[in-house]
């Protein structure tokens, strides 16, 4: 998009031509406002797209790793106790954990459970010292009413 006086390349929105002061109008000035906000949004979008995308093929990476790992792991469990049936022992299921190192662990439930827990009691603490607290408020007051009234007798 060029300026219609000095062809120069409008870059901004406005109502005069940085370049050259040429004065577009009012009507003109809100369609280059109304583009440049548009182009500025599409923008916004554009960058969103690409960090999505990014995100999405960093997820389905993973997903391919971890599923190699399990696949792995379910081939080893299914050789052990293939040979186990071979020489007639039943042990059970051995530990397969080469995926626990490379994958990482989920928070720790029992850690999310403390934390909790802990969050309550200062809640419950706070709520009882804010009561206690207005209880004494109110016994003050009504102590206070009461000196007042016999004063007045």
């Not at 577009?24 to 548009?38: A, I, N, R, V």
């Not at 954990?97 to 999310?112: F, H, L, M, N, Q």
Request: net charge negative; glycine share 10%; proline share 3%.
């Amino acid at each position: 998009m060029n300026c219609p006086k000095c062809k120069g390349a409008v870059t901004h929105p406005g109502e005069f031509c940085v370049a050259c002061g040429f004065r577009f109008g009012k009507e003109l000035s809100e369609q280059l406002s109304f583009y440049f906000d548009l182009k500025q949004e599409f923008e916004q979008f554009r960058s969103f797209q690409s960090d999505l995308r990014d995100g999405i093929e960093k997820v389905a990476g993973k997903i391919q790793t971890y599923e190699a790992l399990i696949g792995r792991d379910l081939d080893a469990m299914a050789a052990s106790l293939a040979a186990e049936e071979k020489t007639g022992k039943a042990e059970g299921a051995g530990e397969f954990s080469s995926v626990a190192s490379d994958i990482p662990a989920p928070p720790e439930e029992g850690k999310a459970r403390m934390e909790k827990f802990i969050l309550t009691v200062i809640i419950i603490m706070f709520v009882l010292g804010m009561g206690f607290w207005l209880y004494r408020l109110v016994r003050k007051l009504a102590h206070e009413n009461d000196s007042r009234g016999r004063q007045d007798d």
